[in-house]
């Protein structure tokens, strides 16, 4: 069993950058897609971003030009580079890898944006 472990969350004042990743415990082999969503208190979780394989990607409007997801290394298959954060970008972010056979979800990391 696969463990995705989100890490690089914290609190930024706005205008500010964070790097999440997201790393797993054993090598993810026939990856598809991999996303990154967020979840704020009091609201649905949502898309962030997606990038395939094949280096494809696609963001939510509110984050278009903000954000940049990429692939890394196989036991940190995704990032996600969030600069000119916001205070609305304030959430838990989640990775997701999906892969020919399984689908793993990560617990989560905090990111909080001061005014």
């Given at each position: 069993q696969v463990q995705l472990v989100e890490s690089g969350g914290g609190l930024v004042q706005a205008g500010g950058s964070l790097r999440l990743s997201c790393a797993a415990s054993k090598t993810i082999f026939s990856i598809n897609t991999m996303y990154w969503y967020r979840q704020a208190p009091g609201k649905q979780r949502e898309l962030v971003a997606a990038i395939t394989s094949d280096g494809i990607t696609n963001y939510a409007d509110s984050v278009k030009g903000r954000?940049?997801?990429?692939?890394?290394?196989?036991?940190?298959?995704?990032?996600?580079?969030?600069?000119?954060?916001?205070?609305?970008?304030?959430?838990?972010?989640?990775?997701?890898?999906?892969?020919?056979?399984?689908?793993?979800?990560?617990?989560?990391?905090?990111?909080?944006?001061?005014?």
């Open positions: 954000f940049t997801i990429s692939i890394d290394n196989t036991n940190t298959p995704v990032l996600l580079q969030m600069n000119d954060l916001k205070p609305e970008d304030t959430a838990v972010y989640y990775c997701r890898v999906v892969a020919a056979r399984y689908d793993y979800r990560g617990q989560g990391t905090q990111v909080t944006v001061s005014s």
